[in-house]
């Protein structure tokens, strides 16, 4: 499941680590060259429901932060596989902050 979200953005990503047993439910933490990290998880232990099951996180240098169109809060619940596709092509778009302010490369 986890390896199927990261397919198309394989060039953008520079390891990333599975652990299938995170609390109650599978956890995926993929680290970008552009130096951003994300958490998802999903199972019981994660914000979501049956249909929406994953949570995610957007980390940069070590801290959990929002970004604008992406993550709007430390952490995003009830997201569909989709969703969660879709995050992680932006995140990987992602230039490093030169300020607080997150921006994406268009």
């Known amino acids: 499941m986890y390896d199927i979200?990261?397919?198309?953005?394989?060039d953008?990503?520079?390891?990333?680590?599975?652990q299938e047993r995170y609390y109650m439910g599978p956890?995926?933490?993929?680290?970008?060259?552009?130096?951003?990290?994300?958490s998802i998880i999903a199972g019981e232990g994660a914000y979501g429901t049956k249909n929406m099951p994953f949570e995610m996180a957007i980390i940069y240098d070590g801290e959990i932060v929002s970004v604008p169109g992406i993550v709007?809060?430390?952490?995003?619940?009830?997201l569909t596989q989709d969703e969660v596709v879709e995050k992680l092509h932006n995140v990987a778009r992602l230039l490093?902050?030169?300020t607080k302010e997150v921006m994406l490369l268009t």
């Open 27 to 38: 956890r995926m933490y993929v680290t970008f060259k552009n130096g951003y990290e994300v």
């Open 72 to 78: 709007e809060h430390d952490v995003e619940g009830y």
């Open 12 to 18: 953008a990503v520079e390891k990333y680590d599975i």
């Open 96 to 98: 490093p902050p030169q």
């Open 5 to 10: 979200m990261l397919y198309e953005i394989k």
